[in-house]
C-alpha cells in the first residue's frame, strides 16, 4: 500500500470522506481532531525507512479547525553561500572518529499561509472542513535557518540514495574474487572472521568531514563523510539536501564494516565519485 492510499484509508475510516489516492499523493501528513498522521519515513532515522507501517499516529494537531492536508511546496527554499556572512569551509581529512556534529540542529514546520479546500467528489462537494495546507519543513541550527526540506524529492529519487548493509562472507568472496552479479545479503556478520578490516583507512578511500551545514551545501568533488552519529533529524535533513543538490548519498549504519563500503563501492555502477557518506 502507498503513502496516498494509507492517508486515503486514514481519511474514510477517521472521518468517512471517500478521496481517491490520486489527490492525495502529496500530501506528507494529516491533522484531524486531536490526531495527527503522519509520513512515518519523516520520523525514523533514514538508514531503516519503515516497511510495514506508512503512517505514524501522533496525539496533537497543527491548531487549525477542521482536517489539514499537509502538502510541502513545489520549490522549497534553501540557503545560499554569499559574501555577507562568514562561513567555516575547512574539508579537513577524516580522522575516523565516529561523532555527532550537528546536535544544534532541529527541525520545525511553519505554514505558508495557503490553504485549499479539496474536492470530495460530488457537486458542489467542496468541503471547507477539509482542505489543504501549504506547510514546511524547516531545518534550523543554532536558531538559524538553514533550508526548507524537499521531501517530495527525496521520495522521487532512488538512483541517488543508496542504504549500505554488511556482506554475508559468501558474498565478500565472491565479490573480491571479482565475479559480476552478486546479490547483496542483508544479514549482519563479524567482518573480522573473513579478514575484513573494520577500521576507516584514509588509504583506501579518503574522505573529508562534513561538520557543520556550510560544508554539506558547498558542492565538492571530494568524496565526504557527513558526520551525525545517532541524530536521525540531521541525517534525514542532510539526506533530503544532498538529493536536491544531485549529490549521490551513501546511508551507513552506526557499524560499519570500510572493506564492506569500499568492495560495494568498487563493484556498484550506482556508486560513482563523487558520493556523501551520511554517518
Known sequence: MSIAQSFSCALLFENSYDISP?????VIAMSSGNSLFIDASLLCDPIS????????HVVGNVGKPGIALLVPPIEPNIMTLGIERWHLINFNAWDGQTRDSFTDSSLHIWFTGFRQEVDIGHSGGQDKELYILESVVALHAKAEWIADLDIMK???????IHRHTQVSPTTWLTLKSGKPQVARSTSSFNCGEE????DYQQQKGPLVAVENWSEL???TQKNCIFLAKGNWQARLA??????RMKRKVCLLPN???WDCVNLFKSH??????PIVYIH
Not at 490520486?22 to 502529496?26: F, M, Y
Not at 525507512?49 to 505514524?56: I, M, Q
Not at 579478514?195 to 573494520?198: A, D, K, L
Not at 556498484?268 to 565519485?273: F, N, V
Open 238 to 243: 542532510a539526506m533530503m539536501i544532498c538529493v
Open 154 to 160: 527525496c521520495a522521487e529519487s532512488f538512483s541517488l
Open 255 to 257: 557499524d560499519v564494516c
Open 217 to 219: 551545501l558547498t558542492d
Open 268 to 273: 556498484s555502477h550506482d556508486l560513482e565519485d
Open 195 to 198: 579478514g575484513h578490516r573494520s
Open 49 to 56: 525507512p519503515p516497511e510495514r507501517t506508512k503512517l505514524k
Open 22 to 26: 490520486k489527490q492525495l499523493k502529496n
